[in-house]
């Protein structure tokens, strides 16, 4: 049996307080909202119940947040796509950010098992001066623990409406892709982060972004796979490369601290449920 799980999440401001309201059917829910650093920021923990997903199933979160709202989403564990015998199981995730919203998007890594058939996709609208800042984190296959990517596909979908399109298909079978120098040179975690702006940034915050973002790459581990870019005047990314989840998430959460600070003047508050 397939799962059709939905998910509307929705952010206001209210009386100097972000208020998040939402709907659901199927296995996708919402936990208690938090606020680790004050009323204006509301922190939400996104569960679903099943674990994973499988040929058939999908997932579908839609999130809104009203002017001057800002909520922070993330999740307990991995997103698993599981084997599947032919369907495609997909994640879509929809954000629209009214003019003055930020939302950031920070879910643990998805997990792309052997033989699975897996979409994960996302979709930006922004305000004019809406700001978002989110990852992207993809593990395929368990290889530490003998579960390696072979057989099976993993399509990758992140775009900002108007402005930025990222559209991929990572095929097990593809050795060049996964192997070549030029593609994933034998790694199997891909990571993203991402800040996204409604209009144009100002030379000096793009600057600074990229400039700190470098910063960071430098003292780490990571630093010959990983760099950070700004492909178009509204968008700044780190992408990454690792063998593993874990460096890879270490140096993302390390330049979303610095991005918080350089952006919202705000210090990091991460989730409570990451200390867990």
């Known amino acids: 049996m397939s799962w059709h799980a939905q998910l509307q999440l929705d952010y206001r401001l209210e009386a100097a ?15 208690q909202s938090l606020y680790p650093e004050g ?26 947040a009203g002017s001057s709202a800002h909520g922070l989403i993330t999740t307990p564990g991995a997103t698993r796509f599981y084997r599947s015998s032919g369907e495609a199981a997909v994640q879509r995730t929809a954000i629209t950010l009214a003019d003055q919203a930020r939302l950031e998007w920070l879910p643990l890594e998805a997990i792309g098992y052997n033989d699975c058939c897996a979409e994960n996709r996302l979709t930006l609208t922004l305000g004019p ?6 990852w992207d984190v993809t593990a395929l296959g368990l290889p530490h623990a003998g579960q390696p990517f072979e057989r099976g596909s993993y399509l990758q979908h992140i775009e900002v409406q108007g402005v930025w399109l990222e559209h991929g298909l990572i095929r097990a079978d593809d050795a060049r892709l996964m ?28 600057q600074g972004a ?26 700044v990314v780190v992408r990454v490369l690792a063998p593993l989840v874990e460096p890879a998430m270490d140096l993302l959460r390390q330049i979303w601290t610095v991005w918080r600070a350089h952006f919202w003047q705000l210090s990091a508050a991460p989730p409570r449920i990451w200390a867990t």
């Open 179 to 206: 192997d070549g120098p030029l593609g994933l040179a034998g790694q199997r975690c891909m990571a993203s982060l991402f800040f996204v702006a409604g209009s144009a940034l100002a030379r000096e915050r793009r």
């Open 129 to 134: 001066a809406a700001e978002f800042m989110g």
């Open 17 to 31: 307080r972000t208020v998040a309201r939402h709907a659901h059917s199927g296995p996708l829910r919402i936990l």
């Open 39 to 64: 009323d204006a920021v509301c922190h939400n923990v996104l569960v679903h119940p099943p674990g994973g997903l499988v040929g058939g199933d999908t997932l579908d979160l839609r999130v809104t």
């Open 210 to 235: 990229l400039d700190t973002a470098r910063d960071v790459i430098a003292a780490h581990a990571l630093q010959q796979r990983a760099g950070v870019t700004s492909p178009c005047p509204q968008v």
